[in-house]
């Protein structure tokens, strides 16, 4: 798989103290919990709940474009999702 990365959404994960190699971590956890998508500006989004190589378990909102992933944001979860995630492993 093939992810898609410019200075947007660099800087969106950024924002949340998120790199990019993390968030890409996080989305290949073969324990990943996958959140039902929904459309947002005409676009589908999905999102993946696991965890990355540092420990951190990070939401990873994502769009696919062909054989492209496009993530749209990625940030630390915290809540229900966080539990559910602990819960389930």
Do not use: C
């Given at each position: 798989?093939?992810?898609?990365?410019d200075?947007?959404?660099?800087?969106?994960?950024?924002?949340?103290?998120?790199?990019?190699?993390?968030?890409?971590?996080?989305y290949?956890?073969?324990?990943?919990?996958?959140?039902?998508a929904?459309?947002?500006?005409?676009?589908?989004?999905?999102?993946?709940?696991?965890?990355?190589?540092?420990?951190?378990?990070?939401?990873?909102?994502?769009?696919?474009?062909?054989?492209?992933?496009?993530?749209?944001?990625?940030y630390?979860?915290?809540?229900?999702?966080?539990?559910?995630?602990?819960e389930?492993r």
């Amino acid at each position: 798989m093939r992810f898609e990365w410019d200075a947007a959404n660099e800087a969106e994960v950024l924002k949340h103290r998120v790199t990019p190699a993390e968030a890409e971590e996080a989305y290949a956890d073969v324990r990943a919990i996958n959140r039902p998508a929904y459309d947002k500006d005409g676009e589908r989004r999905e999102a993946t709940v696991g965890r990355s190589l540092q420990g951190r378990v990070l939401t990873v909102v994502y769009t696919r474009r062909g054989a492209t992933i496009r993530v749209v944001t990625a940030y630390p979860t915290g809540g229900r999702l966080l539990r559910e995630y602990l819960e389930d492993r």
